[in-house]
């Protein structure tokens, strides 16, 4: 009788899969060529300036003392400080208008609703310099009539920018996929739109709003060229700004100039790190129907 257990000359062969191979060389390329530039400006702002000048890829003594010196030098102080409020204020404001938006696109029936949707997306497909001219206008005219000023101010920084297509259509998604049935237990309890909101529909939907906090913060801390549009003196620069200050007037101080981007970066690094599970679950869950 033939045993119902296989030798290991008769159990067979996984197959080569040359695809998944294929798709796991490409994406190894591609995360070696996104962190080899991030690691050398590292390696770069410990080095000493004839090290960062020369050949070397290590320091032999990291300088530490570049990170204090290249946010003297900067000024770093005032324009990092001046982005946090600003990203601060931006991220609020995203947050609240386009929860409000998101969940009205989502769970409310109004006229014109999936028009207005569709023409909400179409503006994802306009590049955002084409924007800039008509926004500054905009700017202009209400400074003028606003109590506070707008030109060289906060507002300008913050409010053209509290509301996000993406992030509307990545909220209504993730309201969208809400289960009906928590709605109509709700509406039994006596609650009305806003109430289902605040007490169901935003505690579950945490994923996915840290996933818009996180996108607007990055996008407000690199934003550089609306900032030189509205503003004239760096009373209300961002710390792009001061970066770009700097590598103009460091010159060839090149090890100063990575310790100078390495500061810069450090917030959105640190702020990744602390959301990257709810992040990464935001994208999954987002966007799956609707």
């Given at each position: ?62 300088q ?5 010196q ?5 000024n ?86 509290m ?29 009305g739109?806003?109430r ?51 590598l ?20 959105i ?14 994208i ?7």
């Amino acid at each position: 009788m033939a045993s119902g257990n296989l030798t290991s000359n008769q159990m067979p062969r996984r197959r080569l899969d040359v695809g998944h191979i294929l798709i796991y060389v490409v994406l190894t390329f591609g995360a070696l060529l996104a962190i080899v530039p991030f690691l050398w400006m590292i390696s770069g702002s410990l080095m000493n300036l004839s090290e960062a000048t020369g050949r070397a890829v290590l320091p032999n003594v990291p300088q530490w003392d570049n990170y204090r010196q290249a946010w003297t030098d900067a000024n770093f102080k005032d324009y990092f400080m001046n982005s946090v409020i600003i990203a601060a204020i931006t991220v609020t404001g995203q947050l609240v208008f386009c929860t409000l938006a998101g969940y009205a696109f989502a769970r409310i029936n109004f006229p014109a609703k999936s028009f207005l949707f569709t023409l909400m997306l179409a503006t994802l497909m306009i590049p955002e310099a084409v924007t800039w001219i008509p926004n500054f206008i905009t700017v202009v005219w209400i400074g003028r009539i606003s109590p506070i000023p707008w030109i060289n101010n906060w507002p300008s920084l913050t409010i053209p920018f509290m509301a996000s297509a993406f992030s509307i259509f990545l909220l209504r998604q993730f309201f969208f996929q809400v289960p009906s049935e928590l709605w109509d237990s709700a509406q039994i309890d006596g609650a009305g739109h806003l109430r289902f909101l605040i007490r169901i529909a935003i505690p579950l939907a945490k994923p996915a709003l840290l996933t818009v906090a996180l996108f607007t913060f990055i996008g407000s801390w690199n934003a550089l060229a609306w900032p030189i549009l509205v503003t004239t003196t760096p009373d209300w620069r961002p710390i792009s700004y001061g970066l770009l200050a700097f590598l103009q007037e460091a010159g060839a101080m090149v090890h100063l100039q990575m310790a100078g981007s390495v500061i810069t970066i450090m917030p959105i690094l640190i702020l990744y790190l602390l959301v990257q599970k709810q992040f990464t679950e935001g994208i999954a869950t987002t966007g799956l129907k609707g």
